[in-house]
């Protein structure tokens, strides 16, 4: 199962990792690649496979020759997956795509410690073009794991399996401590003043466009939109129902070259230049700037969760219910406010919660509700939270009482781990597979 956990992981891999490894290789000297797996028009580099084995190493594997079979075997079925997609005709939406991999695009430039231009010598390629091969890695990787989705979509586990997947662990793992912890969050309104005085900030911003300076120089500097590293504030073409309605709307009573004034949307006051326009699809650029809540709007925010937190302390309302109904984290908020594990589960591992939580938590005694603390959320905005420390399991081993949800899910991957591995067997009849010689003691074509 750790060859499962870890081949997951490395299918995740983009650019970042190469990045990261820039001045080893080339201290190390140049080396060609090659393919050691061929499946219908797809390949398997002999680099995919040494990458993701040296990150199953780093992560704590124990080196050997089945576990190199390990990761070739999953990197073909991947390729496979590819492949029977095109046949049975399995998509991803393109706006999906784009939006992944802009994400990905900038944790690879936050992650790289190089600046765009350091990035774009050291390649010979533009960000734009990196950006293409990251989107390409991205489609696939989306299409593979809906390909998965298809294969094992009404898999599941009964009790009785999982109390079998645990009667049958050799070596029960020992977890270290778990903690059950909700939140109920109020993100700070903005008042009209901020707003009005961000707006002040872009129509100048604007006039300076306007007497002729750069647009994407501009934006760099000004905009919050976090892709502007990349693009420059432009948002390439999009069709109907790709952007925010307000955005959307802006783009399509503006004129060719034309700069709008300030205009709201959910993240924040725009300006946007309409680059062109053709039938349902308009090419933009923008520059945004989200409004900082002032003082006085925290402690609107503050006064807020503090009244709330008197009510469920005198027990006029129940944490979960409040948070259900309050809280302005949607994330947490459909769970009683309950921070969740991968698997849904509400006991999380002390290395799993936010590091700002724990330390929260740490000076709390169980059962408590913290005093309003005010923090920024993951998208960045400025807001207020109450914690509720609801329980904590002592470091232990694996045990059905305690981590049930943990073992459920492990049961859950096994069968569906088996599943994949019989669509394999199957599924390779109808594609062409070719693998390199040397990689025959894997025995990944055996019957």
């Given amino acids: 199962m750790k060859y499962i956990k870890a081949i997951r992981l490395a299918a995740l891999i983009t650019l970042v990792t190469v990045f990261k490894n820039v001045s080893a290789q080339e201290n190390q000297g140049f080396v060609v690649d090659e393919i050691i797996a061929k499946v219908d028009n797809y390949i398997v580099l002999k680099s995919d496979q040494e990458r993701a084995y040296q990150d199953y190493l780093t992560n704590g594997g124990t080196a050997s020759q089945n576990a190199k079979c390990q990761y070739l075997v999953m990197l073909i079925r991947n390729k496979l997956m590819l492949a029977k997609a095109e046949i049975d005709s399995v998509v991803v939406a393109d706006a999906e795509v784009d939006d ?45 794991r809906k390909m998965e989705g298809e294969i094992t979509k009404d898999v599941k586990v009964t009790p009785a399996e999982v109390k079998r997947f645990f009667s049958k662990i050799d070596s029960l793992p020992y977890f270290s401590a778990a903690v059950e912890v909700a939140q109920i ?14 707006k002040a900030e872009l129509i ?20 919050d939109d976090p892709s502007v590293v990349q693009n420059g ?12 309605p307000e955005y959307e709307a802006m783009a399509f009573k503006m004129k ?6 300030p205009f709201k949307t959910s993240f924040g006051i725009h300006i946007m230049q309409l680059i062109e ?12 700037i ?48 309950f921070f969740t594990d991968g698997n849904g589960g509400t006991k999380l591992m002390v290395d799993e919660l936010d590091p700002v939580v724990f330390f929260r938590i740490d000076s709390m005694k169980i059962g408590n509700i913290s005093e309003p603390v005010v923090y920024r959320t993951e998208d960045g905005k400025d807001a207020v939270r109450i914690l509720y420390y609801k329980s904590r399991t002592a470091p232990h081993e694996a045990s059905l009482k305690d981590d049930w949800s943990r073992i459920q899910d492990a049961a859950l991957r096994q069968k569906k781990d088996a599943i994949i591995q019989r669509w394999f067997q199957n599924a390779r009849k109808d594609v062409f597979i070719s693998i390199d010689p040397s990689f025959n003691y894997c025995g990944i074509l055996d019957e």
């Fill in 256 to 261: 060719p070259n034309e700069i709008s004034m």
């Fill in 233 to 244: 504030g432009n948002m390439g073409w999009a069709g109907r129902g790709r952007m925010v």
């Fill in 277 to 288: 326009r053709r039938g349902n699809e308009y090419n933009s650029r923008h520059i945004l």
């Fill in 204 to 223: 100048d911003i604007r006039n300076k466009i306007l007497a002729g300076e750069d647009f994407a120089t501009l934006a760099r500097k000004y905009s």
């Fill in 185 to 198: 969050v109020k993100v700070a309104s903005v008042s009209p003043q901020q707003e009005n005085a961000t």
């Fill in 290 to 337: 989200s409004p900082t809540p002032s003082e006085d709007d925290l402690n609107k925010a503050t006064r807020y969760l503090d009244s709330l937190r008197n009510l469920i302390v005198l027990d006029s309302i129940k944490f979960q219910n409040a948070a259900k109904e309050y809280s302005d984290d949607v994330p947490t908020k459909g769970n009683g406010g």
């Fill in 100 to 144: 992944d991999a802009a994400n990905r695009m900038n944790m690879i430039i936050s992650q790289s410690g190089r600046s765009v231009d350091e990035l774009e010598q050291l390649y010979g390629k533009t960000m734009e073009q990196i950006r293409m091969e990251i989107r390409e890695q991205v489609r696939e990787q989306m299409i593979v």
